[in-house]
């Protein structure tokens, strides 16, 4: 799978990523609400995408700037079995806010695992204080379903239907 934006590159993350992925995941900023991962728990997670690559067909991916290959971030869908339900995420590193890079990817995302894949909805699931994320949402017509609680923490988890395409 490679998914190309006007400006954007997503593919399967790989070890191959592991230094920015990590670097990613230990920025304060970044991580105020995810989940920090030191180099072996960024490493770990890097191992768990590429299986559940091989076993759903969708997984983390690697965005990337198309023009300069300089790794951005990561978006993508992932499965959450506790919930029977698939998850659209995003994270960029800092230097990407605010360029529109979190909804032109997770846009991409959405299209294409709506197209690929048969999912009845998706959701975003947010930490009620991540303003910058829920703008994302909102852009993408996700709105709010229900509160829940995810790895421990409280969220919002907005959802959009395939049955409405103009949402997104």
């Known amino acids: 799978m490679q998914l190309m934006t006007q400006r954007l590159l997503l593919r399967p993350i790989e070890l191959t990523d592991l230094d920015e992925f990590a670097a990613l995941h230990v920025d304060p900023e970044v991580t105020r609400f995810i989940r920090p991962l030191d180099r072996a728990a960024a490493e770990a997670r890097i191992q768990l995408a590429e299986r559940e690559w091989q076993d759903r067909g969708y997984g983390l991916a690697a965005v990337l700037d198309r023009q300069s290959g300089e790794f951005l971030g990561r978006a993508g869908l992932k499965y959450w079995p506790e919930f029977d339900e698939t998850e659209l995420?995003?994270?960029?590193?800092?230097?990407?806010?605010?360029?529109?890079?979190?909804?032109?990817?997770?846009?991409?995302?959405?299209?294409?695992?709506?197209?690929?894949?048969?999912?009845?909805?998706?959701?975003?699931?947010?930490?009620?204080?991540?303003?910058?994320?829920?703008?994302?949402?909102?852009?993408?017509?996700?709105?709010?379903m229900r509160e829940d609680v995810l790895l421990g923490e409280p969220v919002v988890v907005y959802g959009v239907r395939r049955s409405d395409p103009s949402n997104y």
């Open 89 to 144: 995420g995003w994270a960029l590193r800092r230097s990407a806010w605010g360029n529109g890079y979190a909804t032109e990817a997770a846009r991409a995302c959405v299209e294409w695992g709506f197209a690929e894949f048969d999912m009845p909805y998706l959701t975003a699931m947010i930490s009620p204080e991540n303003v910058r994320s829920v703008r994302v949402a909102e852009r993408l017509g996700l709105a709010p």
